[in-house]
Nanobody, 115 residues
């Protein structure tokens, strides 16, 4: 069983920055990918950024140039650096990991951006 624990959410003013962390219980390169999703009430969970085991990265268009996903393999941790935050970035952010057997999710961390 893979466990993912997020941290780093909070309240920030528009234009500010936050860094989210996701600590995994297994080697993160043993997973096909690690990703960050976000969800607001009444909407589907949205992929924000993903990094594959090989290091390939992709982002949803709305965060390109503002968010950066990275990883520390030794620490089994994936990060999401969020800059130039906007009120529309307000959501619960979830860490996700996937292997050939299952999808794994963290408990979520709230990010609130005030205008």
């Amino acid at each position: 069983q893979v466990q993912l624990v997020e941290s780093g959410g909070g309240l920030v003013q528009a234009g500010g920055s936050l860094r989210l962390s996701c600590a995994a219980s297994v080697s993160i390169i043993s997973l096909n990918h690690m990703a960050w999703f976000r969800q607001t009430p009444g909407k589907q969970r949205e992929l924000v950024a993903r990094i594959s085991s090989g290091g390939s990265i992709n982002y949803v268009d709305s965060v390109k140039g503002r968010f950066t996903i990275s990883r520390d393999i030794a620490k089994k941790t994936v990060y999401l650096q969020m800059n130039s935050l906007k009120p529309e970035d307000t959501a619960v952010y979830y860490c996700n990991g996937k292997n050939m057997w299952d999808d794994y999710w963290g408990q979520g961390t709230q990010v609130t951006v005030s205008s």
